[in-house]
Every structure is written in structure tokens, then in C-alpha cells.
């Protein structure tokens, strides 16, 4: 079958990778010079398969006042008064209970560990370098009532097959000697130790150099952005661009946030609001933290990648303004700098920002969608879209080889 992904992504890349392994002849679309070039960029480098709770929860609306409130707090909000972000807030407000949060943890858990299959036997079967490390993660508290409910939240997915461990303050720098700085604070923390971490823009680089080799039948077209989607007899025949119309059997829409104005022509009106976060990669010189570290308190996450350290945090709900906030940097260096003093060379900062392609409720729609049989969905991972990429792709390529999903996909269907 013909099929084109539209996104050069880690979501579009894997969807393209998978497909072309089903014997699928692919070609991927994307208006930006080349892979990886904006959300997958630089990301928080973490591969966090058992953590993913979803970010609407039932006690986030508590905190919201204080985080607007903190100039520096992890979350920001403009409006801008279109009636799409309007309605994905009032979306965000009615997922934000425990019984929707715990369906739609364990709807992730059960797609985050699919993904972890996926590309643990990609890493087997490739040869991609990628500062890929199965170094496990620690998500560091600072209060009683946070340990607290980490340590619910974690007996809550050890019924999923998540395998992780309450320690104490003083067993979390023991693990990780890097933590000594911030240890006073520290109430305890949870590690997973089947976590992993790598670099999301080495691995696009990488597998896409591997979707060029003769071994698939995969062509790329860059600067070449899609202006429309053709439709005939009840299916999608083409995707419209200045080069002309590219044809075929069956179409993936992998774009993140620009999904929507795509669709919408389709009478497909897709909840998608970006989040902008940002990061830095300082290059290590001294004592950085080997596992993946996150500041629960700070909404921080800490990820060695080979010889750097990556850095990012944040959730700007600023429609889609993709500009640098400079405070925001200052804050992240900060928070850095004040973790781990000795770790990096705090003057190389390479600064990154992107906007995070979210649902309300945190779910991806992947699959057919409702009105296109032949349109595919691989859309809304947010701030999961590396861990949840192969997996998300593994569903996607069954679905659109007629064959059932990998997994039980309750919430998550297009």
C-alpha cells in the first residue's frame, strides 16, 4: 500500500519506520528543512514509560492559583480568547478528577510499555546512536503530603506491571550522590529503574538515515508543507502542496500542532493546544546525576545524554507563540545551577523552546478517524511524545494494516 505520514517528527518518523517494515511503500511530508527540527528537537530527553500521569489530575486545580500567582512557577497562561483554547481549558477542567485521571493512566501505562518493546528492539535490531541509556529514573519530593501521594500513585500502577520503589531522603543520595546538594529538602522519592533516556533528535537524524538505505522503500520530502487535504468518494485522495499533489492509499496525520488546521477543513475538529516548554544542554564538566531526575516540586526533569546534561521544565499555556521567554531560561538555569553546582559548564547554555501537541485529557487519538476510514490519526502525546512514539506507531501500522490493535484501546481511538 501507498502511504504518506505527514510529520518528520519522532511520532511521524516511527509511524514511517513501522510502516515500511509491514512492507508499506512510504513517503513523509513536512514543511520544515528537515527531521526533528521542532518539538522533537530538544525535549527533555526522558523515556518515561511507568511515569505518565496525566498533567489533568485531581489535585492540579489546588495548585493552579499559586503556580499563576509564582512569576517563575512551572506554569504560565495567556489567553488569547479563540474559542478552541476556550474550550480545550474547559476540557482540561472536567478531566481533572480521579476517576477520568485513573482511566487515562492506565490507558498510557498500557501504550507507554508497548513503546518500551518497540524501541528496546529497535535499539537491538538498528544500529542508531542516540546517547541511549536504560539508566532508570528518580522523581525526588520535597514534602510529606507529595511522597504521599506518590506512594498511592505508585501502588496504584504496580497493578499495571510498573515496577518501582518508595525510598527515603537519605536512600535517594545514596543512589544518586548528585542529589547531596538538595538533600535537606528532600522528603523521599520514587525509582523506577526500568526507565530510560536518550537523545529524541539523534534518534530522528538516525532513523531517518536508516529509512534512506536500500533496506526500505521510504522518500522524504522537506520544505514541501501540506496546504490541503483532497477527498473523493468518502476518502482522502491527496495531500496538496506548492510541488504538486502527492496521491495515495492511505495517509497518516502526524503534524502535532498543525493537525488541526489540516483537519479542520475535513469537518475533523481536533482538541490540540500547544504547551510550550523549554530546555538547555550544558556540556558536563563535574558531578551531574546519572539517573534521570525529576523535581516533582519544580516540574524539572534532569536527563544525562552522553557528555550533556539536559534540562527542561515549564507548561505555557500561550497559544502559538513559539518565542523565547528569557525569565523562563533564567529560571531553568537557575533551578539547574542551584541542583547540581558542580555538574556542567554553566555558560554553554544551547537554549530551546517547543510546543508540545496536548489533549486535554493527556490521551492521544490514534487511528482511523471518525469521518476518513482512510486518514489515519497519530496526534496529542504532549510532553510524552518520545516514550509514547513507538508505541503509538505499532498501533497505527495494525490498525491501518487491517489488523487489530496491539492493545486494549479504550480512550484512545480517534
Known amino acids: 500500500m501507498r502511504v504518506i505520514v505527514l510529520g518528520a517528527g519522532v511520532v511521524g518518523l516511527t509511524t514511517a519506520y513501522l510502516l515500511a517494515r509491514d512492507g508499506h511503500r512510504v513517503a513523509v511530508l513536512d514543511g520544515a528543512r528537515g527531521a526533528a527540527t521542532q518539538t522533537s528537537q530538544a525535549n527533555g530527553g526522558q523515556l518515561s514509560y511507568n511515569y505518565v500521569v496525566p498533567f489533568a489530575g485531581p489535585g492540579v486545580m489546588q495548585k493552579v492559583p499559586g503556580w499563576l500567582l509564582d512569576r517563575d512557577g512551572p506554569l504560565r ?63 525526588v519530593h520535597s514534602d510529606g503530603s507529595s511522597m504521599e501521594g506518590a506512594r498511592r500513585q505508585m501502588a496504584s500502577q504496580a497493578a499495571m506491571g510498573s515496577v518501582q520503589h518508595a525510598l527515603t531522603a537519605a536512600e535517594c543520595v545514596a543512589l544518586e550522590p548528585s542529589l547531596a546538594n538538595i538533600a535537606p529538602r528532600l522528603a523521599g522519592g520514587i525509582h523506577t529503574p526500568g526507565e530510560d533516556a536518550g537523545d529524541c533528535h539523534l534518534f530522528c537524524l538516525g532513523l531517518e538515515r536508516l ?13 514541501t508543507p501540506v496546504t490541503q487535504l483532497l477527498t473523493a468518494g468518502g476518502r482522502v485522495v491527496g495531500a496538496a502542496t506548492s510541488a504538486g499533489v502527492h496521491e495515495a492509499d492511505a495517509f497518516v496525520l502526524a503534524l502535532g500542532n498543525g493537525a488541526r488546521a489540516l483537519a479542520s477543513p475535513l469537518g475533523l475538529d481536533l482538541p490540540i493546544q500547544p504547551l510550550k516548554d523549554y530546555s538547555l544542554t550544558l556540556p558536563i564538566t563535574g558531578t551531574a546525576p546519572s539517573i534521570s531526575i525529576t523535581d516533582a516540586a519544580a516540574k ?32 531553568l538555569l537557575r533551578l539547574a545551577r542551584g541542583a547540581f553546582p558542580d555538574a556542567a559548564d554553566w555558560t554553554v547554555l544551547r537554549p530551546w523552546t517547543g510546543l508540545r501537541p496536548s489533549t486535554p485529557t493527556g490521551l492521544p487519538m490514534l487511528g482511523p478517524s471518525a469521518r476518513w476510514p482512510n486518514l489515519h490519526l497519530n496526534l496529542g502525546q504532549g510532553s510524552l511524545g518520545f516514550t509514547l512514539a513507538m508505541g503509538s506507531a505499532a498501533v497505527v501500522t495494525e490498525l491501518l494494516g487491517g489488523r487489530p490493535a496491539p492493545i486494549e484501546m479504550d480512550g484512545l481511538r480517534a
Not at 534540562?311 to 525569565?327: I, K, T, Y
Open 77 to 139: 497562561f495567556r489567553p488569547d480568547f479563540t474559542w478552541s483554547q476556550m474550550r480545550w481549558l474547559l476540557q482540561f477542567l472536567r478531566a481533572c478528577n480521579a476517576p477520568i485521571a485513573a482511566r487515562t493512566t492506565h490507558a498510557l501505562l498500557r501504550l507507554a510499555h508497548l513503546s518500551r518493546a518497540g524501541l528496546h528492539e529497535l535499539v537491538e535490531r538498528e544500529a542508531i546512536d542516540f546517547a541511549f541509556a536504560r539508566s532508570g529514573k528518580l522523581v
Open 211 to 223: 529509512l534512506r538505505s536500500s533496506n526500505f522503500d521510504v522518500a522524504f520530502h522537506y520544505s
Open 300 to 331: 524539572v526533569v534532569y536527563a544525562r545524554l552522553g557528555t550533556d546534561l539536559r534540562v527542561a521544565g515549564m507548561a505555557d499555556v500561550v497559544g502559538n507563540d513559539a518565542g523565547f521567554d528569557n525569565r523562563r531560561l533564567d529560571t
